[in-house]
Nanobody
Framework: QVQLVESGGGLVQPGGSLRLSCTAS????????MGWFRQVPGKEREFVAA????????NYADSVKGRFTSSRDNAKNTMYLQMNSLKPEDTAIYYC???????????????????WGQGTQVTVSS
């Protein structure tokens, strides 16, 4: 019901930066929550960040707090993830997701979200 497309991934050296984008299209919903998750082989998807669209309120995983920043552009229906001070352990496929129905908190479980993008690869290596 909501189509999501991620972009901006790539190869970067440790300490470098990348900016990911997630653009939404299709049916719109009021007060949605959008989230970023990442996944490496052999592991479940891991919560990275979430943002409440209406207010811009954010929540971050402890592992990225102070290094990653999530933001949104209302006019462009686009969410961004600015990633600074990247570490090798940040290497993963990064996905964006949307929760369409209202909830009073920003969920960290992937099962709470309704629609997903295709993912974009981020590789941090020297």
């Amino acid at each position: 019901q909501v189509q999501l497309v991620e972009s901006g991934g790539g190869l970067v050296q440790p300490g470098g930066s990348l900016r990911l984008s997630c653009t939404a299209s299709g049916r719109t919903f009021r007060d949605v929550i959008m989230g970023w998750f990442r996944q490496v082989p052999g592991k479940e998807r891991e919560f990275v960040a979430a943002i409440r669209w209406s207010s811009g309120y954010t929540n971050y995983a402890d592992s990225v707090k102070g290094r990653f920043t999530s933001s949104r552009d209302n006019a462009k229906n686009t969410m961004y993830l600015q990633m600074n001070s990247l570490k090798p352990e940040d290497t993963a496929i990064y996905y964006c997701a949307v929760k369409r129905s209202y909830i009073s908190y920003l969920p960290t479980r992937d099962s709470a979200y309704d629609d997903w993008g295709q993912g974009t690869q981020v590789t941090v290596s020297s």
